[in-house]
């Protein structure tokens, strides 16, 4: 079947609230073009990730930024004809990240049981769970989240990516599980780190390399990591650290 995509008309708004910018988006292609540099948020402050998060005629600001070192997309020539003249010059630009969704809104939920028990069964220590943007990925976590609430001596850790170096990630990380990174083995509880947005910081090689391969070398049953990453954005990574 074909799909029809309907452009959109947004207005963004920069860090001062006072200057914006015009665009008009008609796919994935031409929001990764515009925005896959900039970090995009709602009137609730939840980031947008891609095209199908617009809303017609709204209005977005633009989240906090950081050193813009990103390749442009698409190349030069030939530009995209459909973006709305404006007389300003472009916002700063940063990755962005689709909004943070997961099952809470939903009217309902489904288990999806099968699913949550593959991805348990899988993390011995590490899973990585990659789509593109807005498919279920937080959703997934969630549900992962609430199966392994129900079980006897059993510690969750949500760590949603909110910085990007890697002093910080592990700081983050070791007040999360209550002991050092040398101190992981004293852990008593079979322990589960569910990681989100994990594309957000790719390039903290220290971080993702103590919980990919530092916590695989310590053949320890007690640690495991489920990490969801959102591929296809054209400005970041595709994997952790390998």
């Not at 990764?32 to 970090?39: K, P, Q, V």
């Not at 593959?118 to 990585?128: C, D, L, M, Q, S």
């Not at 852990?187 to 589960?192: E, Y």
Request: aromatic share 8%; hydrophobic share 35%.
């Amino acid at each position: 079947f074909n799909i029809t995509m309907t452009s959109k008309i947004i207005r963004v708004v920069g860090n001062d609230g006072d200057e914006e910018e015009k665009y008009k988006v008609a796919s994935q292609d031409e929001f990764l073009y515009h925005f896959a540099t900039l970090i995009l948020k709602d009137e609730d402050g939840c980031r947008i990730g891609g095209y199908l998060s617009l809303e017609d005629g709204q209005m977005y600001s633009v989240g906090k930024t950081r050193q813009p070192t990103l390749a442009a997309y698409p190349p030069a020539s030939p530009p995209y004809p459909n973006r709305i003249p404006s007389t300003r010059e472009d916002l700063p630009r940063l990755p962005a990240s689709p909004p943070r969704n997961g099952i809470g809104r939903a009217g309902f939920e489904l288990a999806r049981q099968e699913l949550v028990s593959f991805i348990t069964k899988r993390a011995n220590p590490v899973f990585v769970l990659r789509s593109p943007p807005a498919t279920g990925k937080t959703s997934l976590l969630d549900l992962t989240e609430n199966t392994l609430k129900q079980r006897d001596n059993t510690k969750v850790v949500r760590f949603p990516i909110t910085e990007v170096q890697d002093d910080q990630l592990i700081q983050m990380l070791e007040r999360s599980l209550g002991v050092r990174r040398d101190e992981i083995t004293s852990l008593t509880s079979d322990t589960w780190i569910l990681i989100d947005d994990a594309q957000l910081a790719f390039e903290a090689e220290i971080f993702w390399k103590l919980v990919v391969k530092d916590f695989e070398a310590l053949g320890f049953d007690r640690i495991h990591v489920v990490i969801a990453a959102t591929y296809d954005l054209m400005s970041q990574g595709t994997t952790p650290y390998t």
